[in-house]
């Protein structure tokens, strides 16, 4: 049974009508994705906010210069905070990208449904039951929590990283339930 065919709910410009660099930056998607991700047409309903969402993204997501995070870890900690949040997008997309990164397809369901059966180390246990925390009862967080990520090997700096990524995919699940929000149906193919 396929997924529904919509990207979201409510209505979206033509491609068609959207401006040059909009079209500049789903073409790059095309060439290097071999798609554009329906997020990004999600977001096309205010072109400010598009090029503020992918600005933000690309710093948070893929710059190696200014987060010691790996490209991987930053993954499954949008999987484990879209599995907490039931986040279909997110979900589908991002396990793919832990698929993907990890050269693990069982990994990347793993980290769909349930994170804790994964043989992981102690470090990215300890992230990840981090992001879980924040994500589920963030009023519970305390020194305790951030001492335990100091305890495997997180700087400060890392900490930061850490709340930041969880943060941006909290609000990004939001979005994506509040808008309906459909993954492009060939992230289910790809790096089984």
């Known amino acids: 049974m396929p997924q529904p065919d919509h ?3 409510i209505p979206l410009p033509d491609l068609d009508s ?10 790059i998607c095309e060439e290097k994705l071999g798609m554009v991700p329906n997020v990004l047409r999600a977001y096309t309903g205010n072109l400010e906010k598009f090029r503020n969402f992918t600005a933000f993204y690309n710093k948070l997501m893929l710059d190696e ?3 010691n995070l ?8 949008a999987v484990v905070v879209s599995s907490a949040n039931r986040c279909y ?30 043989e992981l180390d102690e470090r990215t246990r300890t992230m990840l039951d981090f992001v879980w925390k924040l994500t ?9 929590d951030r001492e335990a990520l100091r305890g495997v090997g997180f700087a400060e700096q890392d900490i930061f990283d850490i709340c930041d990524t969880a943060s941006f995919f909290n609000y990004t699940n939001r979005m994506a339930h509040g808008l309906d929000m459909m993954p492009n149906a060939d992230y289910h193919k790809m790096d089984r």
Request: hydrophobic share 35%; glycine share 6%; aromatic share 6%.
């Open 70 to 77: 790996t490209k991987l870890e930053r993954e499954m900690i």
């Open 18 to 27: 959207l401006d040059d660099d909009t079209k500049k930056y789903f073409a």
């Open 65 to 67: 210069d200014d987060c």
């Open 7 to 9: 990207i979201v709910k």
């Open 89 to 118: 997008y997110c979900l589908v997309a991002h396990g793919q990208a832990v698929r993907q990164l990890s050269g693990d397809p069982q990994l990347g369901e793993m980290m769909v449904m349930n994170y804790r059966v994964a």
């Open 136 to 144: 589920e009862s963030p009023h519970d967080i305390g020194d305790a």
